[in-house]
């Protein structure tokens, strides 16, 4: 993380807080972990075509699949992320 390009924003009824990765780091990231104390730590993703589909993937095969149920899911691909949408397409 970089210092500097971190931020954090605070209002009544939200918190931001943006980080920066530092200028070696490249990828991106997968998930996030926040929490009041490093004890009780809860595991958050970012939007990502993976994550969708992995996400998806229990919620319409939660337990052990078929080779036949999983040959039949739908297909998943995330178009567009912005702060206030995101677009997936479904086949």
Do not use: M, Y
């Not at 807080?17 to 530092?22: D, E, H, R």
């Not at 200028?23 to 991106?28: C, D, K, R, V, W």
Request: with cysteine; aromatic share 6%; net charge negative.
């Amino acid at each position: 993380l970089v210092s500097p390009e971190s931020s954090v924003s605070i209002s009544a009824h939200n918190a931001v807080v943006g980080l920066a990765k530092a200028p070696g780091s490249t990828g991106l990231w997968e998930k996030f972990s926040f929490g009041l104390d490093p004890s009780a730590l809860q595991e958050r993703l970012f939007v990502s075509e993976e994550n969708v589909d992995g996400f998806l993937g229990t919620a319409f095969c939660p337990s052990p699949c078929s080779q036949s149920a999983l040959e039949s899911q739908p297909l998943i691909e995330v178009l567009d992320v912005t702060e206030d949408r995101i677009q997936i397409r479904v086949e």
